[in-house]
């Protein structure tokens, strides 16, 4: 096992980059010591630990009627949610596409879901080593997008999207002493976030007006990523981290379009083969310390 981190960037399908990446690895039998995922991150971080390749891709790259987890217009209005999130952390893990958790629980690696606290307005970094309906309650409420899905409510307090407090939770793992880190972004390198308009504004203070920390947290979200981004460019430069992100046009956050989300995994899947080399120089001793971690 690499003692490193893994850090997983969201972006609903856009994480079938990520997936595609993870694939590769896991080709390899590649494994990290440390892993954390934020919203579609947190999906692509449980199918990883639990060792299920092309989970994520078949879950994200669904075939047939009884696989479609997007709502129209009529079921948005009565459901309050653009995805049906019943169909993806329930039907999903426990009937159509089965996850594993027994190899999950079962697992050495340390695996954090990131979830934003609607009171606080702060993020929290969950773990879950026995609780099946309650792993798969943390990826819901990690994976809930403000405004087109619904809170969720875990010990009473409510929940969103992991990505609006920490969207990229490099310090985080820094802070826990864990200095080689691998970043699987789902945005080329650049990218940054334009500030929430004035009108967006209102409609977040509107739809959670019971949750001013919320809201605050919604409005600086753009603001805390492009500073997480910049902080990432001068890790980069100094060769501090290794990161591997897109290199062609992402897709939509919601796309729909089966070819070009299967472009964009087979892209996260090449290029994690390209640059694997890189990024095992990059980890050097760490991978040197975990063989022999193993051999004992």
């Known amino acids: 096992m690499i003692q490193a981190g893994l850090v997983l960037e969201g972006g609903a399908t856009r994480g079938v980059f990520t997936s595609g990446a993870l694939d590769y690895l896991m080709e390899q039998d590649l494994y990290f010591s440390n892993v954390v995922g934020v919203s579609a991150g947190s999906c692509n971080a449980v199918d990883y630990v639990s060792k299920q390749i092309g989970r994520t891709k078949d879950c994200m790259i669904h075939q047939g009627k009884d696989y479609n987890f997007y709502y129209g217009l009529k079921g948005f209005v009565k459901e309050r949610s653009v995805l049906d999130m019943d169909m993806i952390f329930n039907k999903f893990p426990n009937e159509l596409i089965p996850f594993d958790f027994d190899t999950f629980f079962e697992s050495d690696i340390k695996c954090e879901i990131v979830i934003t606290n609607c009171v606080t307005g702060k993020a929290e970094y969950r773990t879950e080593e026995s609780d099946r309906e309650r792993l798969m309650k943390l990826c819901r409420a990690s994976s809930s997008m403000p405004l087109v899905c619904p809170i969720v409510t875990l010990d009473g307090v409510p929940y969103l999207d992991g990505g609006l407090a920490d969207s990229v939770p490099i310090l985080h793992m820094q ?90 995994y087979e892209h996260g899947y090449t290029l994690m083969r390209e640059m694997l080399p890189d990024m095992l120089e990059y980890l050097g001793e760490v991978m040197e310390d975990g063989d022999r971690k193993d051999d004992e």
């Open 175 to 264: 802070k826990q002493g864990i200095k080689k880190n691998v970043l699987i972004l789902t945005r080329p390198k650049g990218y940054r976030k334009k500030p929430v308009s004035k009108g967006l504004a209102r409609v977040y203070k509107k739809m959670y007006s019971k949750y001013p920390e919320a809201v605050r947290t919604c409005i600086l979200r753009a603001k805390r990523y492009n500073q997480t981004m910049e902080y990432i460019d001068k890790l980069e430069e100094k060769g501090d981290i290794f990161v591997l992100r897109p290199q062609m046009k992402p897709v939509s956050r919601l796309e729909k379009d089966q070819d070009k989300l299967a472009a964009f």
